[in-house]
């Protein structure tokens, strides 16, 4: 006698193991920026104030020269959301009915936790290409940030190779105005493959022995700027460096990036899963900053 197994297909043990949510390239600018919350407008000004200094040889009289200048740079804050239906009966077919409830009321979705916590990374992630690119009605730090806005392009800037790296970094460090050179804020914005190009160009030129940072920046070396990596610039050969303190994020309320909610909703027998939140971007005295104003 011998088993007839023509009907049955191949096991395989889909329960053994928990469910993991992929993994997501997550970098967080807005820990070096100035974030600036509880914003509720729609459009906030950041006010600036200038000066001119004229002076003179010593006279009698009164000759007055120069003015106070006022100015103000726009944060445009864009209104955002995520809004989903899930319906729990679908599961039912598959291995994550064993996780399921065995009543017909199913007011609940398998693993929210790691299903919501796996949006949070998303949230993040959009975020920083927000901050970076915009979303096409707000613009971003790369459309702000541009020798056409008045940021010094360097001589020779040209895309990172390992040959060229560290010097493409420098002179763009030199290039920062001489006004905020001595700042303890200066940061330089690059993408994760040019983060890692300087990384591998630092140990060809045998600075191996300096320190490679934690993954997400480093200290640019013989500066005073770190180099922060971004996920927003993935694809993309443009740099830009100046004073971290001079990119104001403007947020509603920090705690929305984090929020994310599951709830069963009896009119559509569905749980939903929404996330709101509010943010924009803008950069003032663009002059101070360099870039390479590359694609």
């Not at 299903?115 to 992630?125: M, W």
Request: hydrophobic letters at 45%; glycine letters at 8%; aromatic letters at 10%.
């Amino acid at each position: 006698m011998a088993f007839d197994l023509t009907a049955l297909t191949a096991y395989t043990d889909e329960l053994s193991l928990e469910l993991i949510a992929k993994a997501v390239l997550t970098t967080d600018l807005m820990e070096e920026i100035d974030v600036r919350s509880g914003l509720s407008a729609g459009t906030v000004a950041i006010n600036l104030m200038d000066g001119d200094f004229n002076a003179a040889d010593l006279a009698c009289g009164w000759n007055p020269s120069g003015n106070v200048d006022f100015t103000q740079v726009d944060i445009v804050i864009r209104d955002k959301q995520v809004k989903m239906a899930l319906c729990p009966e679908d599961l039912r077919q598959y291995w994550l009915s064993q996780r399921m409830s065995p009543s017909a009321w199913q007011e609940s979705v398998p693993f929210e936790e790691v299903i919501a916590n796996y949006y949070v990374e998303r949230l993040r992630k959009y975020n920083e290409g927000y901050l970076i690119n915009g979303d096409g009605t707000g613009t971003g730090i790369k459309a702000q940030v541009t020798g056409a806005n008045g940021a010094t392009v360097p001589a020779g800037a040209a895309a990172w190779t390992v040959a060229n790296a560290v010097a493409q970094a420098l002179d763009l460090f030199d290039a920062i105005d001489e006004s905020v050179k001595d700042r303890d804020d200066l940061i330089m914005i690059v993408s994760p493959a040019n983060f890692q190009t300087l990384r591998r160009a630092l140990v060809a030129q045998n600075y191996y022995h300096y320190n490679q940072g934690d993954g997400k920046s480093l200290d640019l070396i013989g500066t005073n700027c770190k180099v922060v990596k971004s996920s927003g610039l993935i694809g993309s050969n443009y740099v830009a460096a100046g004073p971290a303190g001079f990119i104001v994020a403007g947020t509603g309320l920090q705690d929305d990036f984090s929020t994310m909610q599951f709830f069963y909703d009896r009119g559509e027998d569905t749980v939903k899963f929404t996330a709101k939140w509010r943010l924009g971007v803008a950069v003032h005295q663009v002059n101070l900053f360099a870039t390479n104003d590359l694609a």
